[in-house]
């Protein structure tokens, strides 16, 4: 070894003593920007999903404004108590019902969306560990 080898030559010189396996840079640096393509894909995944969900729910939120808005404006109770009770028992129900409806969805965007972003760092993870076990099985 003189003092003209580079660090990676001097590396591969070391290792081969050691008998350690060869390893191909060019494959290894190749992995890695696949993964660092894979992560970058995965968090704009996890953002247009964070996104789609806060629009989501500022659309939840307005549209329980004006629906809430437009109950108390059309509410003219009659003098009926009986009547009162069942038309607020009727806004109850409506409200509940757009709650319900409004969690459902928003659940499954979100399910949707960490579906997406963790099955392209799952099937990246996949595809490494099958170029991992190739390159180890042919020998560098």
């Not at 009659?78 to 969805?105: L, W």
Request: hydrophobic fraction near 35%.
């Amino acid at each position: 070894m003189t003092t003209t080898d580079s660090i990676l030559d001097q590396m591969k010189a070391f290792g081969a003593r050691l008998g350690l396996p060869k390893v191909d840079v060019d494959k290894l640096v190749d992995l890695n920007l696949k993964n660092l393509d894979a992560l970058g894909r995965s968090a704009k995944a996890a953002g247009e999903g964070a996104k789609a969900l806060a629009e989501k729910q500022r659309e939840i939120v307005e549209t329980a404004f004006r629906e809430t808005s437009a109950m108390v404006r059309d509410f003219k109770p009659p003098g009926n108590p009986q009547e009162i009770v069942a038309k607020q028992g009727e806004y109850a129900k409506k409200a509940f019902e757009i709650t319900m409806q409004n969690t459902r969805d928003v659940a499954e965007l979100t399910k949707k969306t960490t579906k997406e972003a963790t099955g392209i760092l799952r099937d990246r993870l996949h595809e490494s560990l099958a170029e991992l076990r190739d390159s180890i099985s042919r020998g560098g």
